[in-house]
């Protein structure tokens, strides 16, 4: 089984800044795409941001410029740094996994960007 644990959420004034990391566990091939998606109230989950483990990196629009995502292969994680937070940035943030056609999430991390 392959469990995805992310941390970093919270609440920030816009204009601040937070970090969320995710931590991947279990049997997980070294080729796989990690990533932060995100879901706001009443819409549906979007990408955010997912880097491959041999460093490619795709940003949403809404994130480029501001959001920085990294990963570490030798311990399984992916952080995304998040600068100049905006109030519709607020949303649930999940980390994903992905190994073939397999998808995996983590349960969510609250980000609260009050303007």
């Not at 706001?40 to 949403?60: C, F, M, W």
Request: hydrophobic share 35%; proline share 2%; net charge positive.
């Amino acid at each position: 089984q392959v469990q995805l644990v992310e941390s970093g959420g919270g609440l920030v004034q816009a204009g601040g800044s937070l970090r969320l990391s995710c931590v991947a566990s279990g049997r997980i091939f070294s080729i796989n795409l990690m990533g932060w998606f995100r879901q706001a109230p009443g819409k549906q989950r979007e990408l955010v941001a997912h880097i491959t483990s041999d460093g490619i990196i795709n940003y949403a629009d809404s994130a480029k410029g501001r959001f920085t995502i990294s990963r570490d292969n030798a311990k399984n994680t992916v952080d995304l740094q998040m600068n100049s937070l905006k109030p519709e940035d607020t949303a649930v943030y999940y980390c994903n996994l992905k190994l073939g056609r397999m998808d995996y999430w983590g349960k969510g991390t609250l980000v609260t960007v009050s303007s």
